[in-house]
């Protein structure tokens, strides 16, 4: 037969991973918490990469008297709810296909499928109940090491299988419910047990036995590790399923370790400047303060003696216990929560504070957006708008309401950029715009107001918004980003204008 080409838009809902979570065990939070989801680079929930690979196997050619014998996927970028992606099925004869889906021109997950003369493997008997995790386990990198082995017996959710079997047509694609269960088996592994709860699959291959019997809904698997790569925290597994002995499939698994990033800690701090009071008395509005360089350069400045209002969105956690950190005969951090890009609350809080702080002697723009890849083009070019647009708005504002106060009282500006204005890596073509904007507009305007600016242009810090497993081990602590700018800061022999700190962060 000729290689058949399909080519079909798709589209995720907040539903779909509702209900596939349900359907798989999988409660694992970067696909089902949206509050744990929002504090990372990807700043939402992410589609679940097991059903990225069913809604593939759905897009083939239907299959009648074959089955599937095995299947192979890789998940490259993120995919999220609400936007249009596109699969693209190459299916060369009755026994192989390919897919992708395609971000734009990018591919975002590729795979391959093969199929033998069979009929869909399905349980001969729908009784079970078998005893799956409903919390994930949170394994370090040290628990990861070669030879852990874990066990347990599987099932998803029988009807909502069902349902997800009757919506993508797998049947006639040649994948039975047995076959969908060990697939979703994987996800349920990955985010579950091995390594759980910071788990993030990078590929996934599952080889199914000839002449397989499920004898009920369940099935035994054994899982060992057999490889941990700390360049790129990246765990190998291999697994073998079976029912009631019988062996019914093997697979192999890839999964990125997210492991958490460390908190700003006062010791880490002192460590690199003591405390003082070289800033008693004056008052430091800082925004995006909940984390990251935000948090640790809230704390630098309290460490200092300054009185920090510190302005957050939603990590009203983070943001009290920063705050509790601050020691006794120091300044201290005073949590207020809202939107820095909206005028009319900035101006509010400002109002606010005038009876009791009066105006600030500086300011932090911090605030920021989660950092994803992009490319410039057609099809991804509103999402490039968007992220410019919305990055401006989080820095504009804050500048507009408080660079001229700050300016009468001869005090700092300072504008978080980064080092990719300079190096514009062909991936982030939307940071290197908005970090560009941010800076022409911060410097303009110091000059206007006749005031001392500051633009910060560090490496990359390791933060939750560049916490992904190919980047965090290239990357600076915020602590020491923090360091540098509070004391230049506290060195005020800077005429007007501004200065461009670049070149004094060390590296770890």
């Known amino acids: 037969m000729m290689t058949e080409v399909t080519r079909t838009v798709i589209r995720f809902t907040m539903d779909d991973l509702d209900e596939f979570a349900r359907a798989s065990h999988d409660w694992s939070p970067l696909h089902a918490d949206a509050a744990y989801a929002y504090r990372t680079p990807y700043g939402a929930r992410i589609v679940y990469g097991v059903l990225e690979q069913l809604i593939c196997l759905s897009a083939l050619p239907d299959r009648e008297g074959y089955t599937l014998s095995s299947v192979t996927a890789e998940f490259i970028h993120p995919m999220f709810v609400e936007l249009d992606y596109v699969i693209e099925t190459l299916s060369a004869s009755m026994q192989e296909s390919q897919f992708r889906i395609y971000d734009g ?183 995006g303060a909940s984390r990251g360089f935000g948090a640790a350069v809230s704390l630098g400045l309290a460490l200092q003696g300054a009185t920090v209002l510190t302005m957050y969105h939603r990590s009203e956690e983070s943001m009290m216990r920063l705050a509790e950190l601050v020691p006794d005969g120091c300044g201290s951090i005073r949590p207020y929560q809202g939107d820095v890009s909206d005028a009319a609350w900035c101006l509010k809080v400002q109002k606010q504070w005038d009876d009791e702080y009066g105006h600030p002697d500086i300011v932090v723009i911090n605030a920021g957006l989660p950092l994803l890849s992009m490319a410039m083009e057609v099809q991804q070019l509103e999402r490039v708008q968007q992220y410019v647009s919305s990055s401006f708005r989080l820095a504009s504002v804050p500048l507009s309401v408080w660079l001229k106060p700050v300016a009468a009282k001869q005090g700092w500006c300072v504008v978080l950029s980064a080092e990719s204005v300079v190096d514009a890596p062909p991936d982030y073509p939307h940071y290197v715009a908005a970090k560009s904007a941010i800076e022409g507009l911060a410097k303009s305007a110091a000059k206007q107001h006749k005031g001392k600016l500051l633009i910060v242009r560090p490496p990359r810090m390791r933060t939750d918004l560049s916490n992904t497993p190919l980047a965090r081990h290239d990357s600076i602590l915020p602590e020491h980003v923090a360091v540098e700018v509070i004391k230049r800061i506290v060195n005020t022999s800077i005429n007007d204008g501004y200065e461009i700190l670049e070149d004094s962060f060390r590296h770890q």
């Not at 069902?162 to 996800?187: C, P, S």
């Not at 790569?229 to 697979?251: I, N, P, T, W, Y």
């Not at 700003?264 to 004056?282: F, I, N």
Request: some cysteine; hydrophobic content about 45%; charged content about 25%.
């Open 105 to 287: 021109e990018r591919i975002a997950v590729k795979g391959r499928a093969f199929f033998r003369p069979g009929a869909p493997i399905e349980p001969n008997r729908l009784d079970a109940l078998p005893n799956v995790r409903q919390v994930p386990v949170e394994l370090s990198a040290a628990d990861l090491h070669k030879g852990r082995r874990v066990n347990g017996e599987y099932w998803p959710v029988q009807k909502s299988l069902e349902a997800w079997m009757e919506r993508l047509k797998l049947r006639a694609k040649g994948v039975g419910a047995a076959q969908t269960a060990a697939l979703m088996w994987q996800t349920y592994l990955a985010g579950m047990v091995l390594p759980g709860r910071h788990s993030l699959c990078s590929k996934l291959t599952t080889h199914f036995q000839e002449q397989a019997v499920v004898s009920d809904a369940a099935i035994d698997y054994d899982a060992e590790v057999i490889g941990y790569d700390d360049r790129f925290s990246k765990m190998r597994a291999r697994a073998s399923l079976q029912s009631h002995g019988v062996m019914v499939a093997e697979s192999e698994l890839h999964v990125f370790l997210r492991e958490p990033v460390a908190e700003v800690t006062v010791d880490r701090l002192e460590e690199l400047l003591p405390r003082s009071r070289a800033l008693m008395g004056k008052v430091a509005i800082v925004t």
